[in-house]
């Protein structure tokens, strides 16, 4: 797997900047195409999701690359081991099931680095969305983490008030971390943030868990989790077989200006 030195140029000054891309998922709703092959690896546009979100990340200035494996995790290896994206890349195995999101991330802690905010992008989430933007914005923020953020219909969202995350939602079930401060907006996550090195010292929780247990967890003990809007930008969760039909279909144009 690929080295390089420093970050990606656009003419900025090398930073470190991890990227962790959760790839364990076993693709449920994919099924039957993701018995055979992991989620990770289906195919838009004529890459593997996982190659589209590895290039962004790097674009954005990502020097290292994190990756998480379960479900036929071995041919996500075998895939990195044969493919360059021009920086190291680590494999954080997970044993009996995935962890989720926050399972995941306290599982990869000793593969992070600690020096600055690192990235965190679901796999079969597409998008144009400002990577490096969002970066800055949790380096500038005072918050343990910076979250890409849209009005889109969904389930379940994230409650946040003037001060930040306040809340869980979905669909009548509210859990709040604290009383509101002022109006409350719903967003649905988009499955990209920045997060401070600092949360992986506050994770208590065990096994598989959700990352926003924790951060309501955080935020009731007074820990910013902020938002990031990025209503305006092209978004596509291919995780499901009608968005994949329409990734396939539709979505190259935009990622290759993206990319």
């Not at 971390?177 to 499955?191: C, E, M, Q, T």
């Not at 506050?202 to 820990?223: H, I, K, N, Q, S």
């Not at 009608?242 to 993206?258: D, G, N, P």
């Amino acid at each position: 797997m690929g080295a390089t030195d420093g970050a990606r140029g656009r003419g900025t000054v090398a930073v470190v900047m991890d990227g962790f891309i959760l790839a364990a998922g076993r693709g449920t709703r994919l099924r039957p195409l993701t018995d055979r092959v992991p989620k990770a690896l289906v195919e838009v546009g004529g890459r593997p999701l996982l190659a589209h979100v590895a290039t962004r990340l790097v674009a954005a200035g990502v020097d290292r690359l994190v990756v998480n494996l379960h479900h036929l995790g071995e041919q996500i290896e075998a895939y990195l081991a044969t493919h360059e994206f021009g920086v190291p890349v680590f494999l954080s195995w997970e044993g009996e099931r995935p962890l989720e999101t926050g399972g995941a991330l306290r599982h990869a802690a000793g593969l992070l680095r600690r020096d600055a905010p690192f990235l965190l992008h679901n796999v079969d989430v597409l998008t144009d969305l400002p990577l490096r933007e969002l970066w800055e914005a949790q380096r500038r923020e005072d918050a343990l983490a910076t979250v890409a953020v849209m009005e889109r219909p969904t389930r379940r969202r994230l409650l946040f008030d003037d001060e930040g995350l306040v809340g869980w939602q979905r669909d009548a079930e509210v859990r709040w971390a604290r009383p509101p401060r002022g109006a409350v907006v719903a967003l649905a996550y988009a499955g990209v943030q920045a997060i401070d090195p600092a949360l992986l010292d506050r994770l208590e929780e065990e096994g598989a868990f959700p990352l926003w247990v924790p951060y309501l967890r955080l935020a009731a003990a007074g820990a910013r989790i902020a938002p990031f809007r990025v209503d305006g930008c092209c978004w596509l969760d291919v995780g499901r077989p009608e968005t994949l039909v329409r990734a396939q279909a539709e979505a190259h144009a935009w990622i290759e200006e993206a990319w």
